[in-house]
């Protein structure tokens, strides 16, 4: 039996055989790689998982620092552990595999492709090691090593949309997330070289909250909504679904985050205001979007990657107004950064990263190490790679750890963060250990 590989996502909704059906989704989508190797997607999606795990060792530990200053040192370098290391490293994995199928079309300058991955992990590693001991040199090197790896990435896969035969979407999404992308880098390096040269003074906080802006909502938001029209749909077996909101909210994202940053940079709260609220409206108006896509599914049993993106969107929709309000309140207070840092990073993005990861990662190893198998011998089916009682107890953990640690920043209590951060830092490593154990399989003899 051959590997499907459609010419439409409308095609990744047909079953191919008994034995390429996973738990909560079919495999036709996915398993046509259009000429892209293992090698590419998994090594970031592998690392990305595995940064996630550190990140929850080290909360307990660095988080009462966050609870006095969130910029020590070591509080910044566990930040963009989180940001560069976990999502961005996850989304650059998945999107290498993924944007060739949802615009139907191959990856392209595949040539350079084979240094993206040590050009970005190792800007990260040396760009965490220069928070982590304060040395703007370190901070330089690293932030240009990622500025590198962030162009060949936006080169291939703004290539590859050029070639897109086809427009969902998912596409208009990533097109603006990868140009918000490059913004985020820039101002990213430039605060590195004022951190050697200090030529913004009083414009540096301005520029933070542009970056903070630009990363969370313009880069990681963005693609996270954007491909959640592809992976909702095609994971829940959705039918029937309009896109007509889904483009009204694009529109409305984008003008809420030009607004927003531009109020900033002008440093005009009624720009800061109505650009926030329009952001609100836009989140919320996702959150509507994405109950009505569950309501659309055929596959009523909904599994742990449905659970994870739901407690995602809450996250999503609790937060965005709360930011807004301590944004416009002026409240200054590092416990409420934390909290919303951790709704943000940790309860939106990430944990839409990791539920999405429990399908990609199989797909991927399955097609690799048992699609040229089908029919010749029997092989596991792609839910069997998975343990899914380790998935649903890691949920619980995430979902039992987050809230407890972002009331206990909230109310300043050090004891019961810690308590609430190691829960949530066991179900990430219960997460990561899960993800890079299905690896196991292709090295397996069967």
């Not at 191919?16 to 495999?27: A, E």
């Not at 896109?243 to 009204?248: L, S």
Request: proline share 5%; with cysteine.
């Amino acid at each position: 039996m051959s590997q499907a590989r459609p010419t439409h996502l409308s095609s990744s909704f047909k079953e191919p055989g008994p034995t390429i059906t996973m738990s909560g989704g079919p495999s036709g989508a996915l398993a046509g790689r259009r000429n892209v190797p293992l090698r590419l997607p998994l090594p970031f999606l592998l690392t990305g998982v595995c940064a996630a795990a550190l990140f929850g060792l080290l909360l307990p530990w660095i988080g009462p620092e966050a609870l006095q200053a969130p910029g020590f040192p070591h509080v910044l370098a566990l930040v963009h552990l989180v940001t560069l290391g976990w999502l961005t490293m996850t989304i650059m994995g998945a999107s290498l595999q993924l944007v060739p199928v949802i615009a139907v079309t191959t990856l392209r300058t595949t040539r350079f492709t084979g240094w993206h991955y040590p050009l970005f992990a190792g800007g990260v590693l040396i760009l965490l090691s220069g928070f982590w001991w304060m040395q703007t040199t370190l901070l330089i090197a690293g932030g240009t090593l990622i500025a590198l790896a962030v162009v060949q990435y936006v080169v291939t896969l703004g290539m590859t949309l050029k070639h897109a035969t086809a427009q969902p979407l998912t596409v208009r999404f990533l097109v603006a997330s990868l140009c918000f992308l490059c913004l985020v880098i820039s101002l990213g390096l430039t605060a590195a070289l004022d951190f050697r040269f200090g030529f913004l003074d009083a414009g540096l906080d301005r520029l933070l909250l542009i970056h903070l802006t630009l990363g969370i909502v313009g880069w990681l938001t963005n693609l996270v909504i954007g491909v959640s029209y592809t992976l909702v749909r095609l994971f829940a077996l959705v039918h029937g679904h309009d896109e007509r909101p889904g483009k009204r909210i694009f529109l409305l994202l984008q003008a809420g985050i030009l607004a927003l940053a531009s109020g900033f940079l002008c440093s005009w709260y009624p720009l800061v205001l109505a650009g926030g609220v329009v952001l609100v409206g836009a989140c919320w108006l996702f959150a509507l979007d994405y109950a009505r896509m569950l309501r659309l599914r055929r596959r009523k049993r909904l599994d742990v990657t449905h659970y994870h993106g739901i407690a995602a969107v809450v996250y999503l929709a609790l937060v965005m107004p709360a930011g807004l309000a301590a944004v416009l309140l002026e409240v200054g207070q590092p416990a409420v950064f934390v909290a919303l840092g951790l709704a943000a990073l940790v309860g939106w993005i990430g944990q839409s990263a990791i539920g999405y990861l429990y399908k990609i990662v199989p797909f991927l190893v399955w097609n690799e190490r048992y699609g040229p198998l089908v029919g010749r011998q029997k092989v596991p089916l792609m839910r069997d790679m998975l343990s899914e009682r380790v998935a649903w107890v890691s949920l619980g953990c995430i979902n039992f750890g987050l809230p407890v640690s972002i009331f206990a920043a909230l109310l300043g209590l050090v004891i019961p963060f810690q308590i609430g951060s190691s829960l949530l830092g066991a179900g990430l490593l219960l997460a990561a250990i899960n993800i890079v154990s299905i690896v196991r399989h292709l090295n397996h003899s069967g």
